[in-house]
């Protein structure tokens, strides 16, 4: 019964470390006799969650129904502290991610047979126009 919570009690720990408490790695550095100091350093390896916000908008005209699809620069990587190196690494992360989606999300479009084809075009459209003006 004490290890169950034990585990609920740390859990709330890696929450308000904030950013991704699972990629940094506590180092403990000896600077006198049994004097240790400990802090924390980010893992290169650990890749961060990309995340971000969208905004849809529907239009009609006639019996034809648009959709525009777009990330919202300002909320990518918002989990991560504005400034910190895991978020740029995040933001950094992300423009290469919107490159790969606008990549293969127009190949399919390309690929996909009419009226099928629009399916793919709004997320197209919106990784597309994000990988040319989303500045890390």
């Not at 971000?52 to 777009?70: A, F």
């Not at 790969?100 to 399916?119: I, M």
Request: glycine share 4%; with cysteine; aromatic share 12%.
């Amino acid at each position: 019964m004490q290890k169950v919570i034990y585990l609920f009690a740390v859990l709330p720990l890696f929450i308000l470390v904030g950013g991704n408490a699972l990629a940094d790695r506590l180092v403990r550095e000896k600077i006198g006799p049994n004097i240790y100091k400990s802090y924390r350093v980010q893992d290169p390896e650990v890749k961060p969650a990309v995340n971000w916000r969208v905004k849809t908008t529907n239009t009609t005209s006639g019996s034809d129904t648009r959709v525009r699809k777009e990330i919202l620069h300002e909320t990518v990587c918002y989990d991560y502290e504005p400034g910190s190196i895991i978020f740029r690494n995040c933001r950094q992360a992300a423009k290469e991610l919107f490159e790969q989606k606008c990549e293969s999300l127009d190949k399919k479009y390309r690929e996909t047979k009419k009226p099928y084809d629009k399916a793919y075009r709004a997320d197209r459209d919106m990784f597309c126009r994000s990988a040319g003006s989303f500045s890390p």
